[in-house]
């Protein structure tokens, strides 16, 4: 079995663009949503699921400021 993947390393980084590029593909369908639907029902569904989004992105971001900052670290005490 080879090496876990580990913060801020190649395996890491690309889980976190792989959530991203999942996060747009959602917004676009969710976008598709709103601009073909009328019913008030599935509006207010897809609001809850934009903002669900968002607190995800904001999530995604914060792992991707964190692994930045591990591989700084570890840059800079030589352990890269």
């Given at each position: 079995?080879?090496?876990?993947?580990?913060?801020?390393k190649y395996e890491y980084h690309a889980q976190v663009a792989r959530l991203r590029q999942a996060g747009?593909?959602?917004?676009?369908?969710?976008r598709r949503i709103l601009q073909e639907s009328t019913s008030p029902a599935v509006r207010a569904l897809v609001a809850q699921a934009a903002l669900d989004l968002s607190d995800?992105?904001?999530?995604?971001?914060?792992?991707?400021?964190?692994?930045?900052?591990?591989?700084?670290m570890e840059a800079s005490d030589g352990r890269v």
């Open positions: 079995m080879g090496t876990p993947a580990q913060v801020g747009g593909s959602l917004r676009m369908a969710l995800m992105e904001d999530g995604v971001n914060r792992l991707d400021e964190i692994g930045r900052n591990t591989a700084r």
